[in-house]
């Protein structure tokens, strides 16, 4: 049982546009959510994240949305960048169990 | 300050053979989890702690134990190991659950053959 899904497997945008990453959720008990990073043989990075109370958060390109009506959030990424090339895991974590969830991951490929 | 620590980088391990990964964090940080990343897939919890002397199971357990028997160390026990265990495996800890983000090491890459 998926907890946190990634419905996209893959995205391409063109450099300069707008990146969208999506992730929908099922538990309710999820109040924390967070982005992170992962380039190949690293460990992931943290990116972003963002309380269950707010509906955005901000940090220079990256905006994460969250919709708890629909249990979705999404991260924005604007202007994409070659650099930001990298696996995109969705996460959540669950105040009834501490466990902290990710989703299977989005592989952003930003074209020059 | 090395942040998360695994050891070893790499290993392989012929079926039915036991190893432990070990987890170290320098951060003091009160929660410290092991997930598993399978080829093309996202990041399963194996174990987790929310502090010294207290652990949990995640998603996939079976086939894994964990101790906490420090707030810095964090190791992951394979007994009798499986191909099902193929996997790269990643540590990460995090001050408290939420607010806060969790910080991972650079991996294991395990082979049973």
């Known amino acids: 049982d998926q907890q946190v899904k990634q419905n996209s497997p893959s995205l391409s945008v063109q450099e300069g546009r707008i990146s969208i990453l999506n992730c929908d959720y099922t538990n309710s008990m999820f109040d924390y959510f967070l982005w992170y990073k992962k380039y190949p043989a690293e460990g992931p990075t943290f990116l972003i994240s963002i309380s269950s109370i707010k509906d955005k958060n901000e940090d220079g390109r990256f905006t994460v949305f969250l919709n708890k009506s629909a249990k979705h959030l999404s991260l924005h990424i604007v202007p994409s960048q070659p650099g930001d090339s990298a696996v995109y895991f969705c996460a959540a974590s669950d105040r009834a169990t501490n466990k902290l969830i990710f989703g299977t991951g989005t592989l952003l490929a930003v074209q020059p | 300050n090395a942040g998360v620590t695994q050891t070893p980088k790499f290993r392989i391990l012929k079926i039915g053979q036991s190893m432990t990964l070990q987890c170290a964090q320098d951060m003091n940080h009160n929660y410290m989890y092991w997930y598993r990343q399978d080829p093309g897939m996202g990041l399963k919890l194996i174990y987790y702690?929310?502090?010294?002397?207290?652990?949990d199971k995640g998603e996939v357990p079976n086939g894994y134990n964990v101790s906490r028997s420090t707030t810095e160390d964090f190791p992951l026990r394979l007994e009798l190991a499986a191909p099902s265990q193929t996997s790269v495996y990643f540590c990460?800890?995090?001050?408290?659950?939420?607010?806060?983000?969790?910080?991972f090491g650079q991996g294991t890459r395990l082979t049973v053959v």
């Open positions: 702690s929310v502090g010294a002397g207290i652990t």
């Open positions: 990460a800890s995090s001050e408290n659950r939420v607010n806060t983000e969790a910080f």
